[in-house]
């Protein structure tokens, strides 16, 4: 069976930063693309953006330049969202989705506060 | 940024018809947006009703249809059960794959 499974909840302070993974189960990360999504406590979802697996090329949503990378390590078929400079108002749960958002990991919480 | 709008809230009754509607700043919302349909419910990870359009996965009820509806993407819930109370999210793809998602609308069977 095709599962993302992702990492567990983190608690980080302001300035520091995190890096979430999410690793497929079932199947191999060839000619696919992972989509990440935000959703703040209480909020709507947002599309943060790809990364395709293939050519390794990230596309990012307006708003997630610069403190946020997406990055892939196929041999263990896992991505990992990271993000820098945390702020408090990066707390939300971070959700990976597969290419055409038919599978989606579990979700990880991300809580920044000093 | 392109904006994506839906209704914030809706309430059916159970067993009746509703759609919901998703519409784009930038005009009409064509099959070329790749419209896709997701339900959340609380505490949970959003799963997928709908994708491109119209399309449905092997889970999704079939009293879920997709559609496109003046200038608009929609998504019908025909005979709404209890289990359907849930925020509805849509998602439309622009220009080099970018997505946006709609604010979400939360839908009440009552």
């Known amino acids: 069976q095709m599962q993302l499974v992702q990492s567990g909840s983190e608690l980080k302070k302001p300035g520091a930063s995190v890096k979430v993974y999410c690793k497929a189960s079932?199947?191999?990360?060839?000619?696919?693309?992972i989509n990440w999504v935000r959703q703040a406590p209480g909020q709507g979802l947002e599309w943060m953006g790809r990364i395709n697996t293939n050519t390794r090329n990230p596309t990012y949503a307006q708003g997630f330049t610069g403190r946020f990378v997406f990055s892939l390590d196929t041999s263990v078929s896992t991505a990992y969202l990271q993000i820098s400079s945390l702020k408090a108002e990066d707390t939300a749960m971070y959700y990976c989705a597969g290419d055409a958002f038919d599978i989606w990991g579990q979700g990880t919480m991300v809580n920044v506060s000093s | 940024q392109a904006v994506v709008t839906q209704e914030p809230s809706v309430t059916v009754s159970p067993g009746g018809t509703v759609t919901l509607t998703c519409g784009s700043s930038?005009?009409?919302?064509?099959?070329?947006?790749?419209p896709y349909w997701f339900q959340q419910k609380p505490g949970q990870a959003p799963r997928t009703l709908i994708y491109d359009t119209t399309n449905k996965h092997s889970w999704t009820p079939a009293r879920f249809s997709g559609s496109l509806l003046g200038g608009k993407a929609a998504l019908t819930l025909s005979g709404a059960q209890p289990e359907d109370e849930a925020f509805y999210y849509c998602l439309l793809s622009y220009t080099g794959a970018r997505g946006v998602f709609g604010g979400g609308t939360k839908l009440t069977v009552l």
């Open positions: 930038t005009g009409t919302v064509t099959s070329g947006h790749y």
């Open positions: 079932g199947y191999k990360l060839i000619s696919y693309v």
